[in-house]
């Protein structure tokens, strides 16, 4: 019987300790697996998503994100010749569209620190999946450099964009993002991607109990019937380095609970499988869904775990594949792409990888409790892996 290819691969265990590499000998070893457009993991879940930190800096210190007191300017963030090129992003990302990946979402860090972002954007833009079909390429973003960049990510062909907004008052978002940023530059970068044609446009609040629920109505009332879809995301234990508590976490179920006293909601099918918000519409007087007023998403990684169907992999800005948001091991596919392999060997070591695949980390926290903060394996940053 054929080995298991997950034993033979040898993971990495930390992003910053020198010695990545899944060994080039390992991977060659193993037969080789060409791209056929669908790939299935250990739990027969397809592969169809990648989300790619362009950079592991950000200008915001989100406390449940980047901590100001660990996010020094002494943080050993990656040296430029880590990170891998432009080109080296899309000739593995042409390996995974080719593996059936039709979604690519670009994230950090702060994507839009990464100087001339938009030629990688018009590289990728080129990509087609295997029946010829453009890819779902999209961005998340703080929204703080949109202003000046809509009209240019628009242009290298960008379709549409996600940004972050904790809260709509002055004081509380600055606050949260911990630079004293004020709210105005990003709802005003939000208006200069509308103008742009980005879209549809998604706003992600990030919902921190104490903290900013109080904005919940608010934003809500604020993106109602704007074209807007606004999701809440439940506060998650995602890195080391944020305190993460279960007291914290505002479960979706209040949120719905909260806003339907105001504003009443129905529920509405998901849109496409994997797809991590459920989504809810804007009532109208006989409790149809008013499409005018639009709709909004909760998402409940810590209440409701949606591993079952989870479809995304995730590449770190050195070139790290991640199976998991939770994991604490990635495979280093930089030393593929800067070592003498054929794009043939790049995706048949992203085929073993996958197929190896069996995490659902929020399954089992949902069973057994989440791991105490600091027991067990170190977990990846978000802001090193990309949300
Ligand atoms: N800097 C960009 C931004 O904030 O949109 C992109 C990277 S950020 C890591 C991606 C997403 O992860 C953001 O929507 C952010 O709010 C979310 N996020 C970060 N830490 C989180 C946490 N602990 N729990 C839930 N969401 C988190
Ligand atoms: Fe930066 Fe985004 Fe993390 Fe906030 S959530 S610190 S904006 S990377
Ligand atoms: Fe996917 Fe891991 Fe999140 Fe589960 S915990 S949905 S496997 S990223």
Redesign the pocket.
């Known amino acids: 019987m054929a080995e298991q290819p997950s034993k033979r691969i040898i993971p990495v265990t930390d992003q910053r300790s020198g010695s990545l590499g899944v060994p080039a000998t390992a991977l060659n070893a193993q037969a080789l697996l060409p791209a056929s457009g669908l790939l299935q993991d250990a739990r027969g879940r397809v592969l169809r998503d990648l989300r790619i930190s362009v950079t592991d800096r950000c200008n915001f210190r989100c406390s449940y994100c980047m901590p100001k007191d660990v996010f020094t300017k002494d943080y050993p963030y990656l040296p430029h010749s880590s990170l891998l090129t432009f080109e080296e992003i899309t000739r593995i990302a042409r390996q995974f569209v080719a593996h059936g990946v039709t979604k690519i979402r670009l994230t950090g860090g702060e994507p839009l620190l990464r100087k001339n972002l938009e030629i990688l954007i018009e590289q990728l833009s080129a990509l087609r999946t295997p029946d010829g079909n453009a890819l779902d390429l999209t961005l998340t973003t703080n929204g703080s450099l949109l202003t000046r960049k809509a009209e240019a990510l628009r242009a290298a062909g960008l379709k549409r964009l996600t940004v972050s907004l904790d809260g709509l008052d002055d004081a509380v978002f600055r606050a949260m993002n911990d630079v004293d940023f004020p709210v105005r530059d990003v709802l005003d970068g939000i208006e200069a991607a509308q103008t742009a044609g980005l879209g549809p446009i998604k706003v992600n609040m990030v919902v921190k109990r104490g903290t900013n629920d109080q904005q919940i109505l608010p934003m809500a009332r604020h993106f109602k019937g704007s074209g807007i879809v606004l999701r809440f995301i439940e506060y998650m234990d995602v890195g080391a380095t944020n305190g993460w508590r279960m007291d914290d976490v505002l479960p979706s179920a209040d949120v719905i609970r909260l806003l339907q006293q105001e504003l009443p909601l129905i529920p509405l099918e998901a849109s496409q499988p994997g797809e991590t918000a459920q989504r809810w519409g804007y009532a109208d007087a006989s409790g149809q869904h008013d499409k005018a007023a639009g709709e909004i998403g909760v998402i409940s990684?810590v209440t409701q775990?949606?591993?079952s169907d989870?479809n995304?992999a995730r590449m770190s800005t050195e070139g790290q594949l991640y199976l998991?948001?939770?994991a604490s091991q990635g495979y280093n596919l930089r030393d593929l792409v800067r070592g003498d392999h054929s794009d043939e060997e790049i995706a048949s070591a992203i085929a073993h990888i996958w197929q190896g695949r069996k995490?659902?980390?929020?399954?089992l926290r949902s069973a057994e409790g989440p791991a105490p903060a600091g027991s067990g394996k170190r977990r990846v940053e978000m802001s090193y892996i990309g949300g």
């Not at 995490?359 to 399954?363: F, I, L, M, P």
Request: aromatic residues 22%; proline residues 0%.
């Open positions: 990684s775990a949606f591993c989870c995304r998991c948001l939770f995490d659902r980390y929020s399954e």
